[in-house]
């Protein structure tokens, strides 16, 4: 089992609407947790993080946690064409310095 | 703006060549990481420094090695490239004082291509 698992995708949504895309970990230890957006062939670039259970709002963005399911999610609201990209869920141990990446969702926002 | 650079962005060598692939920051943080991303295997750290006396390996550290030059400078070495070494490889940096909680932040990439 991945130690960090999503969804490759691709996710496609409309204009407009809202992209939900969720992210899995094995490790009950894990503390904090990372979303990354990645356009192809570029850099991740951090959007988000969030560290305790419930909902961390950041403009259009949501971060959701839950620690006894053991997920996390991305809420992208009024999804734009520019928000096509792969979304990377990172996770980290308090004790850790190592961040442990899944795989990535491949996000299509159709005009 | 404080930065993560990496040089050269893209590089074409043959199998054998020694290869070098520098980063630099201006962000202040002391800790460095190297990483190579493949494409379905996500993320994978080679290297990583939390001072410059201080240099450990990742999961995938054969093949490569590193030198921490000065706090803000991070050098990842292929001694002698082979063609599963072709990939998009990123260096990122964090802070210390906000860690656990602080994420890590990505330079531009160099994507090398070994022939």
């Known amino acids: 089992q991945k130690e960090v698992e999503q969804n490759s995708g691709p996710l496609s949504v409309p204009e407009g609407a809202i992209a939900s895309l969720n992210c899995t970990y094995s490790d009950r230890g894990s503390q904090s947790f990372f979303w990354y957006r990645q356009y192809s062939g570029k850099s991740p670039e951090l959007i988000m993080s969030?560290?305790?259970?419930g909902d961390k709002e950041d403009g259009r963005f949501t971060a959701q946690l839950n620690k006894a399911s053991q997920y996390v999610s991305l809420l992208i609201r009024d999804s734009q064409p520019s928000d096509s990209a792969t979304y990377l869920c990172?996770?980290?141990?308090?004790?850790?310095?190592?961040?442990?990446f899944g795989s990535g969702t491949r996000l299509l926002v159709r005009p | 703006d404080a930065d993560v650079t990496q040089t050269p962005r893209n590089r074409i060598t043959k199998t054998g060549k020694r290869i070098m692939l520098e980063c630099s920051q201006t962000?202040?943080?002391?800790?460095m990481y190297w990483y190579r991303q493949d494409p379905g295997l996500g993320l994978r750290l080679i290297y990583y420094s939390f001072d410059v006396k201080d240099i450990n390996k990742g999961e995938i550290s054969d093949g490569y090695s590193v030198s921490r030059q000065a706090q803000a400078k991070f050098s990842l070495s292929l001694e002698s490239a082979i063609p599963n070494q072709t990939a998009l490889y990123f260096c990122?940096?964090?802070?210390?004082?906000?860690?656990?909680?602080?994420?890590?932040?990505f330079g531009p990439g160099t994507r090398l291509t070994v022939l």
């Open positions: 962000k202040g943080h002391d800790r």
């Open positions: 969030i560290y305790s259970n």
């Open positions: 990122a940096t964090s802070d210390r004082d906000r860690a656990p909680q602080g994420g890590q932040f």
């Open positions: 990172a996770v980290k141990m308090d004790s850790s310095y190592k961040l442990i």
